[in-house]
């Protein structure tokens, strides 16, 4: 019986501690980013964005693209509009969405 | 009485004698109980020190067994009849379809459109919005997940959405449909359902920035961080 009431002990103890060693781990939020493509690679696309500011976003492997036709990342030409919805953790955006526009040149 | 040896006095055995009577029970009860009053002290200041100190944040991660203890609470608390209810309304498109537009209404905005449970709220809830295209979701029976829909989770961000009707309990067996059909949604199906999220004016704004900016309007689109989602 003793050994039983321990063993209810330690998942308390457990329960109690697990919880506290997480206590302020912290995620970011979604924002989009609507700009222009300067660079696009694998793992990174660098855009400028509506107020002509230079931003670099990582690219993972569950980052999405959303285009007229089936792409990758690296396929994105600079000068295409595109809208990312990223997410900022500790000064790196991350990019959860890409939509992909038209080119720059075509823009009205 | 030098070099005399002390003997057990009859009727009143040393500790190691082999079969202890009924005040020996009672002792390792006792016993028992005063190491699980003294846990439960210790591990409560602990607890109480910890929370006075730092505080309690739903950013944390529940731990793995704190998972483990509220998934089996969670099992415990569903009723036997109802865990083993197979869903009694025919699989159809009109169910499905039906169940789809329930769901986009009712449960995109913390399941996310796909199911993922990776939305602002999904994130922020403590315990976090599970993935329900996941094994832990998909092993659920009929019956668990009828329940879950009906009644709701205490201590959780699931609310219990049953309102005692048989409209309403048609709806979580159709919803238990779909919620089967998660793990192989395509891409249209979740496009449809983000087209019937409900959404603010300031949302439908935002959409509407979003469309002219990818189609090349050249008008100055919204700002940079144009919304938090």
Known sequence: MTRRFAAVLVALGVLAFGSGSYLFAHDGHDHKVMGTVTMAMADHLVLKDTDGKDITIQVTKDTKIKAKQAMKVEEIKAGTRVVVTAVTEKDRTTAKEIQVGVSAAAAK | ?229
């Open chain 2, 1 to 229: 009485m030098k070099g005399q040896r002390r003997r057990p006095i009859r009727g009143m055995p040393f500790r190691s004698a082999s079969k202890p009577g009924k005040g020996g029970a009672t002792q390792a009860f006792l016993r028992a109980l005063l190491v699980l009053i003294v846990g439960v002290c210790v591990i409560g200041g602990v607890l109480a020190y910890t929370i006075v100190r730092r505080g309690l944040s739903a950013h944390a991660e529940p731990s793995r067994v704190e998972e483990i203890l509220t998934g089996t609470m969670r099992r415990w608390a569903t009723p036997e009849a109802i865990r083993a209810r197979r869903n009694p309304v025919q699989t159809t498109d009109d169910v499905v379809e039906r169940a789809l537009q329930h769901y986009a209404d009712h449960c995109a905005a913390c399941h996310a459109n796909d199911g993922s449970g990776d939305t602002e709220i999904g994130r922020g809830l403590y315990p976090r919005v599970p993935d329900m295209r996941a094994p832990e979701t998909q092993s659920l029976s009929d019956g668990e997940l009828f329940s879950i829909i009906e009644h709701g989770i205490r201590l959780t961000g699931m609310p219990a959405w049953g309102t005692g009707t048989p409209e309403s309990e048609l709806d979580s067996w159709g919803l238990v449909h779909f919620i089967r059909r998660l793990p192989t949604l395509s891409p249209h199906d979740i496009e449809r359902i983000d087209a019937l999220v409900p959404k603010t004016p300031a949302q439908l704004k935002e959409e509407e920035e979003i469309r002219r900016f990818l189609e090349g309007d050249s008008n100055k689109a919204a700002p940079q961080k144009a919304r938090e989602e």
